[in-house]
C-alpha cells in the first residue's frame, strides 16, 4: 500500500487499459465488467481519463468524459484490492475533477447500481449527492445517480 500512496496521477494510455483488463479480477472481483472497458473512451477523451501508477503496477483508474452540457462524467473509478485505502480513489477523482473543469465542465455526476454499498459510500464521502432514478438504465432498471457541483477538492466534501 505504501507504493500506492506515492502514485503518479496520468492520462491513460492503451496499454494501460490492457493491463487494467489482465488484472480485472484485482480492481472489481467477482464482477465482470469489462465489456464497460469501452477502448474508444480512452482513444477519444484520453485528458479525462487517467490511471495512478507506481513501481509500473497501476494502482487504480477512472476512464470519464465531458459532455458538451459541461459535466464531467465519470464512466468507470476502480482501486485495486491492494490499494484500497491508501487515498488513490480520492486522489482520481481530484484529478478527473481538475481535467474536467480544464475541459468547461462545472459540475460531476457518475452512476452506480442500487445494491453497490460501496461505490455509494465512498461517492457519499466525496460530497455527491445520490438519488435512486427509477428506469435509468432501461425499464425496470432503476440506478443510482451521484451529482456534485465543482469546484471539487477530495479532502473537503461537500455538506
Known amino acids: 500500500m505504501i507504493a500506492a500512496m506515492h502514485a503518479q496521477i496520468t492520462s491513460a494510455e492503451m496499454t494501460d487499459i490492457h493491463q487494467i483488463l489482465a488484472d480485472h479480477h484485482r480492481y ?14 480512452v482513444q477519444e477523451f484520453g485528458e479525462t481519463c487517467l490511471v495512478a501508477r507506481a513501481e509500473d503496477q497501476i494502482h487504480g483508474y477512472v476512464i470519464g468524459f465531458v459532455t458538451p452540457t459541461g459535466t464531467g462524467y465519470v464512466h468507470l473509478i476502480a482501486t485495486r484490492d491492494d490499494a484500497r485505502g491508501s ?28 445494491g453497490n454499498s460501496g461505490s455509494i459510500a465512498f461517492h457519499r464521502s466525496l460530497g455527491f449527492e445520490a438519488k435512486a ?14 451529482h456534485r457541483a465543482l469546484p471539487f477538492d477530495a479532502a473537503q466534501p461537500r455538506p
Open 28 to 41: 472489481w472481483g467477482e464482477r465482470d465488467l469489462r465489456s464497460l472497458h469501452l477502448l474508444a473512451l
Open 133 to 146: 432514478v427509477d428506469d435509468y438504465n432501461g425499464p425496470g432498471q432503476a440506478m443510482v445517480v451521484f
Open 87 to 114: 487515498g488513490i480513489g480520492r486522489r482520481l477523482y481530484a484529478a478527473f475533477a481538475d481535467a474536467a473543469h480544464r475541459h468547461g465542465a462545472q459540475r460531476l455526476k457518475a452512476i452506480t447500481s442500487l
